[in-house]
């Protein structure tokens, strides 16, 4: 399934690193979003994108920045990351910001050391 | 609150009918996905139920109950590729804006 790709695949950064994620979507979605899965905990929501347009941040950190250039492409910045930021960063997209399905990516499995 | 519940992990034989459940508890509820995801791999979409019944999909099916906050996903004929993680993710609604909200996943393990 390519639908949905993302770049790395894996990615080792020391805490002093700027690093950037991107996630691209051939679905012709409109809505796109970023999640943290870690270790024996569910799925958390990052930002949510709808038509270019960031409408949720849950809370994240300043040290992580996303960029969303047009309705295919999402990218993840970052910088001065922690050790607990270690995790497998997932990028989804659905047809609309409306609780559709959304489809995966393969994701980024990032280790902050 | 918002919580949703499901075991850690299951272990199932090949050929056989195994049940996952997941409970939740939140204000606004649109409806409820399930998704699997294998080791390293993306999740993928498995089904979707709003309204409350069965709904079947192959070897596959999921059932809810709006009214007991409760849902299963139920897989027959178990084959040793449906070894994986099965999430049960809820979307709520507030104010026009649509949220998921994701289970910890249980971990399926089929044995031969």
């Known amino acids: 399934e390519t639908g949905v790709t993302q770049t790395p695949r894996h990615l080792v950064m020391g805490m002093t690193n700027k690093k950037s994620l991107k996630c691209e979507q051939h679905?012709?979605?409109?809505?796109m979003y970023w999640y943290k899965q870690s270790a024996k905990k569910p799925l958390e929501l990052m930002f949510v994108?709808?038509?270019?347009?960031?409408?949720e941040n849950n809370s994240v950190p300043s040290r992580f920045s996303p960029e969303c250039p047009n309705s295919s492409h999402l990218f993840l910045h970052l910088h001065t990351l922690q050790p607990e930021d270690s995790a497998l960063y997932l990028c989804?997209?659905?047809?609309?910001?409306?609780?559709?399905?959304?489809?995966f990516g393969p994701g980024t499995r990032l280790l902050v050391l | 609150g918002q919580n949703i519940d499901q075991p850690t992990e299951m272990t199932a034989t090949e050929g056989a009918i195994v049940q996952i459940n997941c409970t939740y508890q939140?204000?606004?509820?649109?409806?409820l996905f399930w998704y699997q995801q294998h080791a390293g791999e993306a999740p993928t979409f498995l089904s979707y139920?709003?309204?409350?019944g069965l709904e079947e999909k192959g070897r596959f099916s999921s059932f809810l109950s709006r009214s007991k906050g409760y849902s299963y996903l139920l897989l027959k004929e178990l084959q040793m590729k449906d070894s994986a993680s099965y999430l049960c993710?809820?979307?709520?609604?507030?104010?026009?804006?649509?949220?998921?909200?994701f289970g910890t996943g249980t971990r399926l393990k089929v044995l031969a």
């Open positions: 679905l012709g979605h409109n809505a």
């Open positions: 989804a997209s659905s047809q609309d910001e409306g609780g559709e399905t959304q489809y």
């Open positions: 994108y709808s038509l270019e347009e960031r409408v």
């Open positions: 993710a809820v979307t709520k609604e507030t104010s026009g804006t649509y949220k998921y909200i």
């Open positions: 139920n709003v309204l409350d």
């Open positions: 939140t204000s606004g509820f649109n409806g």
